[in-house]
């Protein structure tokens, strides 16, 4: 965790050994304790954050299988939560925005398309598991790392959309929103379904589910 922070400030000296610092940041994510499993998770999350975009287009091969192995088969909620954070770092880093608004976002959407079959297999489970449990920081973070995804590979996700608008749906008729927690998630959950339908706009093949689920949220409002 502390090499996490330590990146925060000396990205420019990291970069000139990168190998060694991915090394240290991985440190850790597979440890038999649970608190180091979540510290180190912490610290690359930290990490991918301070050194992008060039740790995700040099260590994808390495990072991106050993961060769906957590979110997959940690029992840990919690854990397999903070996974996700670390996913949505890494999937952030491979959109580079101007910070002057000049010239146009860069996007390197060829890398996670590499993995978008098991990654979005792994966020619907996630989100399965999320409502059964009742878990919402779980639900929250897989619709984060919804929203980075489809806005980074755009109209590739027309393929993934039929699969998450049932369960989109699923929590705003479950999650009542009685609680600030609550009232994020659905929050949360509407805001994922505006990403979602923004990715895929282009595409024909979905428009008839875009339909229904317009016309699904329209009587949610009403209610």
């Known amino acids: 965790m502390t090499f996490g922070l330590i990146a925060e400030s000396c990205r420019d000296y990291l970069k000139t050994d990168l190998d060694q610092a991915m090394q240290i940041a991985c ?11 979540y510290a180190g998770l912490s610290c690359l999350a930290l990490v991918l954050t301070e050194l992008s975009p060039v740790a995700q287009t040099k260590f994808h091969q390495e ?18 939560t903070h996974a996700i954070s670390c996913m949505i770092n890494f999937t ?3 959109i580079q925005e101007d910070e002057n608004e000049i010239n146009e976002t860069q996007k390197s959407s060829d890398i996670l398309n590499l993995y ?20 919402e920081p779980l639900q929250e ?14 109209e590739s ?30 929050a949360r959950t ?7 339908i923004a990715a895929v706009s282009e595409n024909t093949e979905v428009a008839e589910t875009v339909k229904m689920v317009t016309q699904k949220l329209f009587e949610l409002m009403q209610t």
């Open 190 to 196: 509407f805001e994922s379904i505006g990403f979602m």
């Open 141 to 154: 973070e897989v619709l984060n790392l919804l929203n980075v995804s489809a806005t980074l590979i755009e």
């Open 63 to 80: 990072l991106v299988p050993a961060l769906l192995s957590i979110i997959k088969e940690e029992k840990i909620l919690k854990i397999r």
């Open 92 to 94: 952030r880093g491979l």
């Open 157 to 186: 996700f027309a393929k993934y959309f039929s699969s998450f608008m049932p369960l989109m749906i699923e929590i705003l008729d479950k999650v009542e929103g009685k609680t600030i927690q609550q009232m994020n998630l659905r």
């Open 116 to 135: 978008s079959d098991a990654l979005f297999e792994s966020l619907i489970t996630n989100l399965q598991s999320g409502i059964q449990e009742n878990y």
């Open 27 to 37: 440190n850790g994510v597979k440890d038999a304790h649970p608190r180091v499993r």
